[in-house]
């Protein structure tokens, strides 16, 4: 897996996890952040949510042709300064009209930053593999490379909840999900006679002896405050980020040169493409980008819907063996165990065995003993849930390279549009979980001001398995489709190109709020998962109805 692979694979990488933990911590409690300081509802939060994630992918179209101009180096280092600057005005409390526009310029700069640094990034780790002796490991490089990408992301919602909980402790509080929006409907005076007496219980339950404006304006101010300082943790990810991809720079220097189409073909023994050639390509994977749409649609409800259902529909506390899973820090352990174990069988010698069976023992230990720390009951916010998708990445990404580097010994690997296709289906089969378990659910108009009752509540593990199953989808779908555009983008185009899979992925995002607006509409709940699970059946037929062509177009 990790044999044969360049060091600036390595630099690249962890260089992506650091900006990567910042996004994340970040978007991890972003639409929680604006329904509790602005006091949006669920349509004006996914409206705001999905043009965010939209620009976020389509601004690297635009960093791509950049840095087909300019170079790659100077578009990912100037992508970190003003994704810096921006993750710096969320992260600074200031009232709330103030404060609004503050966010929407985050937003802007985020963006851009983003736009320059990501896909431009991931060019330089295509072009590692531009030399013929590594062309072979470029699908494992970036299955490597999307692991790196999760590790951060697997510790972002714990370091947002851990601030969160820090900051309401000192004011005595504890995070309550009914709270933000019943005291927005308070200081508007929209609230319901039921609505005041239910913050006023929940203002007694957090021991606060004071009227309800002087509870709701505190409580709203503290978790916002909490949110501002998970925002300053992404300020100093990019420190750190900059700091990797600076002083590694010799591991990689030669990926950051834009070469010429003819020096490309040169090192790649590869024949320049005709017109008719480049065209077909270029068609095959707008085809491909298509298909791709409906998949970041359905998967980014991760930080919209599913973080809704989280707060509203999932129970808050969690005892036995389900624990587990909302410990960070076992999650990591068990990360490390099952790396350990493929080393362990890997290993070429006694001593190389040796230390990985004493790192996995190692680990197992440590799983235990933070499993004896635990509470018997643990709470648990929303955000947490999404850490169980970068988990799934990073913990199944061994067994997917086992299996396809298994098949592509016996010449039955499947091809990368092939893949896409399976992963479609995949994606469909999770969100099936969430509407098996949301049939009987109220829908959540008839929950905004009276909650459900914890007895009604659904297990943690519906949530859960989703996030497995669009996991197994995501390893299908995306680090191959990212291989799949830096192996058969003409080398002219391949900035741009790379920034089109970024287009096509900031299309899908900008419809992730289609749910969101329906969340509030009155619809049946399940049907509002039933969509996505129609949407990425019929992508998945089409991309396998058009294979022959793909697959002739870029063979």
């Not at 911590?25 to 994630?53: H, R």
């Not at 490089?141 to 714990?158: C, D, E, H, K, T």
């Not at 508007?188 to 309800?212: C, F, M, P, W």
């Not at 998945?540 to 063979?555: C, P, R, V, W």
Request: aromatic residues 14%.
């Amino acid at each position: 897996m990790f044999e044969g692979q360049p060091k600036g694979l390595y630099a690249l990488a962890l260089a992506n996890t650091g900006e990567r933990f910042g996004y994340y911590t970040m978007l991890a409690i972003f639409v929680l952040y604006l329904q509790a300081k602005f006091g949006f509802d669920a349509a004006a939060s996914s409206s705001i949510y999905s043009w965010f994630l939209a620009a976020v992918y389509f601004m690297p179209l635009i960093g791509g042709i950049l840095a087909d101009k300019f170079g790659y180096n100077k578009m990912v280092t100037t992508g970190i300064i003003i994704m810096f600057f921006g993750y710096v005005l969320l992260a600074f409390p200031m009232e709330d009209a103030v404060s609004e526009y503050m966010m929407y310029g985050a937003l802007a700069a985020i963006s851009v930053g983003t736009g320059l640094f990501k896909g431009n990034l991931q060019v330089m780790v295509g072009n590692l593999y531009d030399d013929p002796k590594l062309s072979s490991k470029r699908d494992s490089a970036f299955s490597l490379f999307y692991m790196a990408i999760n590790i951060g992301a697997l510790f972002a919602p714990g370091m947002a909840t851990w601030i969160t909980n820090v900051v309401l402790k000192s004011e005595n509080f504890t995070y309550n999900a009914e709270i933000p929006a019943l005291a927005h409907k308070y200081l508007d005076g929209s609230i319901s006679e039921a609505g005041r007496a239910a913050l006023k219980n929940l203002s007694t339950v957090q021991h606060h002896n004071g009227d309800l404006a002087s509870f709701s304006h505190k409580y709203i101010d503290t978790l916002s405050g909490a949110y501002n300082w998970g925002f300053a943790v992404a300020c100093a990810s990019l420190v750190i980020s900059m700091a990797i991809y600076l002083i590694f720079k010799k591991t990689y220097a030669h990926t950051t040169v834009k070469k010429s189409a003819e020096e490309t073909a040169k090192e790649t023994n590869a024949v320049e493409l005709t017109p008719q050639q480049t065209r077909a390509r270029i068609t095959a994977l707008m085809l491909v980008f298509v298909v791709v749409i409906f998949f970041w649609m359905a998967f980014h409800q991760n930080g919209l819907t599913m973080t809704f259902f989280a707060r509203d529909y999932t129970v808050h506390e969690v005892s036995g063996l389900d624990r587990l899973g909302f410990n960070v820090f076992i999650l990591a352990f068990a990360v490390v165990t099952i790396y350990s174990i493929f080393s362990f069988f890997q290993s070429k010698t006694f001593r190389a065995r040796l230390i990985s069976g004493i790192v996995g023992g190692l680990s197992i230990i440590g799983i235990v003993s933070q499993y004896n720390l635990l509470p018997d009951s643990m709470n648990i916010l929303p955000q947490t849930f999404a850490q169980f998708n970068p988990f799934f990445v990073v913990a199944l990404t061994p067994f997917s390279l086992l299996l396809f580097n298994y098949l592509a010994h016996k010449g039955k690997e499947p091809s990368a549009p092939r893949k896409i296709g399976m992963g479609m289906f995949v994606a469909a089969l999770g969100f099936v979980f969430l509407a098996v378990c949301s049939y009987a659910l109220p829908n959540p108009v008839s929950i905004k001001e009276t909650p459900l009752a914890d007895v009604d509540l659904v297990s943690t593990n519906w949530l859960i398995s989703t996030y497995l199953v669009l996991t197994f989808a995501e390893l299908l779908l995306s680090p191959m489709g990212i291989s799949f555009v830096s192996k058969v983008a003409p080398p002219k185009l391949k900035g741009a190109m790379m920034g089109s899979w970024f287009v096509a992925t900031a299309i899908g995002n900008k419809l992730t709020g289609v749910p969101g607006y329906l969340w509030e509409s009155g619809i049946p709940l399940w049907m509002i998962w039933g969509i996505l699970i129609g949407l990425c059946l019929i992508s998945a037929i089409f991309i396998f109805s058009i294979m022959k062509k793909l697959e002739n177009a870029t063979s």
